[in-house]
């Protein structure tokens, strides 16, 4: 078997019609995961529940199932009963709940085999995987499948690192700006985010209720699918007719890219045009003041409020002075210490001041703004999803100044307006880069609630652009 090579449906099909078994698949799994310390992917390993749990698919498992004794990871701010739930932080290092969160428990009813929990961001707040709190190799930080010296993005880094490093072929992250699509395309996968309030949000590690999702990760679209339909229900979709497709591109999506992500986006678009997807041109001109607008003020609010709800559903007694006190990242600790616990935000003029106000107008006026901008921009030009490059840039280098201010706004320039707007959006890998021989993604994003067409068209782009080589 070409372990490689293998997709979840692929895997799913194989157990089903007995070409392997789930102890087999299981037990490569986790030999590929301890043969990639470096990578920094796992917060843990959990080798005996996840052997026991394939010893017994394979002897009394129901084959029908759609996931059914297929190993997947889950990044360490979802639940999974009996297994630490860090959210990537030292003073959550000693949770474990009893339950899994809905999202998980529907994996796991599905028939999935959880190999292990996946290092992130911490906190989940950041784009580079950087955490200094974790690290099962010489260096921190969760490591690109493509090269170790390199960011593997975040807030979902594991799951992506671990995706891209054909460790597994699919997995669960969650994303509040860009957090499982920034992962997916540095590291050559795919992923969802959905639209907000599709899949139940209990058992995570929250930073924003208005913001926040878990989105499925895995090896091509039509996996990505595979796992939506497990947790949002739903038939089986079929690939789109991309001759009925209609796609727009806004040019000021198109800022910022380094010389590979520019020519991949222009070779993508021309790919799609001859497959006979209609590409316009459409204007969005207030799009990055009206997420300005919305972005920091609804995250950085809401993540005090949000946090100490969770923290009491915990019960582990914490508060969150004391999870903050003992936050490992410095950029997280910068964010913690001067924004989210005394609840202020960025005056126009530099100055903190009250964050209520501010927070205020971005919920009431600024977001359903934004809301309305993306409805009208959709509605007047026909238009299926809107198309942009994921990150403006490939991977950068992994160390402590890549979880910087300015990096951060820039690799989620693109993915933050609509995580804001609340719609979903899907990242579908290209290319690798000409000179850097790096992944490199394109992101659809689709009206509200429109994420199952957007899955449909999404698999129709698995067989134009196929899968990217395996890193060496």
Do not use: W
């Not at 992250?173 to 590291?187: E, F, I, K, Q, Y």
């Not at 690939?239 to 890219?257: C, E, T, W, Y």
């Not at 997807?277 to 969005?284: C, D, F, G, K, S």
């Not at 009250?354 to 901008?373: E, F, V």
């Amino acid at each position: 078997m070409d372990f490689d090579q293998l997709t979840l449906s692929e895997a799913a099909s194989g157990l089903r019609t007995g070409t392997f078994t789930s102890t087999t698949l299981t037990r490569e799994a986790i030999a590929r995961a301890k043969a990639n310390p470096e990578l920094n992917a796992f917060v843990i390993l959990d080798e005996a529940g996840a052997l026991k749990a394939a010893a017994v698919f394979d002897a009394t498992g129901d084959k029908t199932k759609p996931l059914g004794g297929v190993p997947i990871v889950i990044k360490d701010n979802i639940e999974v009963a009996g297994l630490p739930c860090s959210a990537g932080t030292p003073a959550l290092k000693g949770y474990v709940p009893k339950a899994d969160a809905p999202v998980a428990a529907k994996l796991r009813a599905a028939g999935a085999i959880i190999i292990g929990k996946t290092s992130m961001h911490e906190l989940a707040f950041g784009i580079s995987g950087y955490n200094t709190a974790f690290k099962t190799g010489t260096e921190y930080g969760v490591r690109n499948a493509y090269d170790r010296t390199l960011i593997a993005g975040g807030s979902s880094s594991g799951t992506g690192a671990a995706i891209g490093a054909r460790i597994v072929a699919g997995g669960l992250g969650t994303d509040t700006g860009g957090s499982v699509r920034v992962p997916a395309a540095l590291n050559g996968c795919a992923s969802l985010r959905p639209t907000v309030g599709r899949y139940p949000q209990g058992g995570i590690a929250p930073i924003s209720h208005t913001r926040d999702t878990a989105g499925p990760m895995a090896a091509t679209m039509t996996d990505v699918a595979l796992l939506d339909r497990v947790i949002a229900g739903g038939d089986a979709i079929a690939p789109a007719d991309l001759r009925q497709v209609r796609i727009g591109i806004a040019r000021s999506m198109l800022i910022n890219l380094d010389a590979d992500t520019e020519s991949a986006f222009r070779d993508a678009v021309a790919k799609v045009k001859a497959q006979g997807v209609m590409v316009v041109e459409i204007e969005m001109p207030q799009l990055a003041e009206l997420d300005g607008q919305v972005s920091f003020p609804i995250a950085l609010y809401e993540a005090y409020d949000d946090l100490v709800a969770y923290l009491k559903h915990t019960g582990t007694g914490l508060t969150i002075e004391s999870v903050a006190a003992q936050i490992a990242s410095t950029d997280v600790k910068s964010t913690y210490d001067g924004l989210v616990i005394p609840r202020k935000l960025p005056a126009p003029d530099g100055s903190l001041v009250d964050a209520r106000p501010i927070y205020d107008a971005a919920i009431k006026t600024a977001r359903p703004a934004l809301q309305a901008l993306y409805s009208k921009t959709f509605a007047d030009n026909r238009l299926d999803a809107i198309a942009f490059p994921t990150t403006p840039r490939v991977a950068i280098a992994s160390n402590s100044d890549s979880s910087s201010l300015e990096n951060f706004g820039l690799f989620i320039q693109n993915t933050d307006p609509g995580s804001n707007a609340g719609i979903p959006g899907i990242q579908v890998p290209i290319a690798l880069g000409a000179s850097s021989r790096l992944p490199i993604g394109l992101e659809l994003d689709g009206p509200e609630g429109s994420d199952r067409r957007l899955l449909a068209i999404g698999m129709a782009l698995d067989a134009v652009f196929g899968r990217l080589p395996a890193p060496h």
